[in-house]
């Protein structure tokens, strides 16, 4: 390694460890401390170079928020801290039947977890460590797919839905903005504490929040119903990267249930993957804009932009080689790399849309888990030339950032700012980082 990757490497493992609780990884000291779903699989990638025992701790404490209907929450709230809002007494997961001892929030995450196995299985499997993991935690996160495809898929088509913005973790995207026209929620007075972090200016804005949490209140008084939620909830949308996650997730379960010899379940695992792949080709890929859009569920209607979550189809290898090639054309001279080459890749929502901000929350700027996965997609489909800069502008961020949490995709930009956006510290590009320089 050359001496200055080996210094983003020793900063990436100092991050990991300050942020280390005993048993799992918070995404950032103060402003999320709690346990993350995706956050936690994106982690788990950065210490299974370094500590595998750690990844796989990772992975068990998650489960420890796992309910008895095999969903997985997006929080598990294992430790006390008034840093957050809105905590577990506002997420108050008691309230269904189903819930796990420890709190949690209601609401779930892309499923990265069969995902995450499997590229800990394909790096570590001569470790004699690794295959009892598996084997330990694999009908935990079967139970996560049987959840999602009887629960979140109310006409059988083999894609699932989110029914809270958080649940894309792409939380503030401009995307939900015709939904939230749709909306008629109530002006709460809230006390948020992001805000106390970070400038209000990069952060969504109060409105956006009333929204939040007046979809949580909404399933609060449903009990975390899923057939009530399914009927009734005003958010509730088919989202191309959970389920290219979920897509991706699956043929991981395959693989490693056929080691497992868990016969049933990877043939229901196959059922539901043919149908998933079929579908999110047909319904969910825009042939103007080049790429995979949402499909509004509730309104009956695609939403049509793009984002960075786009083009996560390419790492779960949906996509036919010619659609792929279609795909990032959008990167080379198309609206995602600007037409003069100016923009860093990769925005995290379409640079020529008139919703586009550079430097608010899942409006524009980078974020490295989608950089990470655009990679990984590009590799796939052996785009070397783009994948090799998607990587090098990933580690000129960190390089001359520092681990934070998002970034200003201009390059005019990019040239005097000293300071990247959110959180700094954070674990995904920590860990997502000690996983590209070790590759
Ligand atoms: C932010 C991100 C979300 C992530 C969480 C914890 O809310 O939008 O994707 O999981 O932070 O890092």
Redesign the pocket.
């Known amino acids: 390694m050359f001496s200055m990757n080996q210094k983003l490497h020793d900063k990436a493992i100092e991050v990991l460890n300050k942020n280390w609780k005993d048993g799992f990884t918070v995404?950032?000291e103060g402003l999320?401390p709690f346990q993350?779903d995706?956050?936690s699989g994106f982690i788990a990638l950065g210490w299974m170079h370094i500590d595998l025992e750690r990844s796989f701790m990772e992975i068990k404490s998650l489960l420890k928020g796992q309910w008895s209907n095999g969903f997985i929450p997006h929080i598990i709230f294992h430790n006390p801290a008034d840093t957050y809002f809105p905590g577990p007494e506002v997420q108050a997961s008691h309230l269904s039947p189903f819930a796990s001892k420890i709190p949690t929030s209601g609401i779930t995450?892309p499923p990265v977890l069969g995902w995450v196995m499997g590229e800990i299985y394909t790096f570590a499997k001569a470790d004699p460590r690794t295959l009892p993991f598996i084997s330990e935690v694999y009908d935990a996160a079967y139970r996560a797919h049987q959840y999602l495809y009887t629960h979140r898929d109310p006409h059988n088509e083999g894609l699932v839905y989110i029914c809270h913005n958080?649940e894309a973790?792409?939380?503030n995207t401009p995307v939900w903005d015709a939904i939230w026209e749709t909306m008629d929620s109530p002006e709460y007075e809230l006390e948020r504490k992001d805000n106390v972090h970070i400038a209000a200016s990069h952060r969504p804005s109060n409105r956006e929040y009333q929204h939040y949490i007046h979809l949580i209140e909404l399933f609060k008084s449903w009990h975390y119903d899923d057939a009530t939620i399914a009927a009734k909830s005003p958010f509730l949308v088919q989202d191309p990267l959970f389920n290219a996650m979920l897509i991706a997730s699956n043929e991981a379960l395959i693989t490693l249930g056929n080691l497992l010899n868990k016969t049933a379940e990877v043939s229901q695992l196959k059922k539901w993957n043919t149908l998933s792949k079929l579908r999110y080709e047909e319904k969910l890929y825009d042939s103007d804009l080049k790429g995979y859009v949402y499909y509004d569920l509730r309104n009956n209607r695609p939403l049509r932009h793009l984002s960075s979550s786009s083009f996560t189809a390419l790492f779960a290898g949906i996509p036919s080689a010619e659609r792929a090639s279609e795909m990032v054309s959008n990167f080379q001279g198309g609206r995602f790399s600007g037409i003069d080459n100016n923009l860093l890749l990769c925005a995290s929502f379409d640079p020529e849309s008139e919703q586009f901000d550079p430097k608010r929350?899942?409006r524009g700027p980078i974020w490295i888990n989608l950089n990470w996965l655009i990679y990984r997609g590009l590799q796939r489909y052996h785009q070397d030339t783009l994948a090799d800069r998607v990587k090098k502008d990933t580690l000129h961020l960190m390089e001359k950032y520092g681990f934070y949490e998002y970034f200003d995709p201009r390059k005019e930009e990019d040239a005097l700012l000293t300071d990247g956006y959110g959180g700094a510290n954070f674990s995904?590009s920590a860990a997502l980082t000690l996983d590209i320089l070790n590759r």
């Open positions: 995404p950032c999320y993350w995706w956050d995450q958080w973790g792409t939380d929350y899942w995904w």
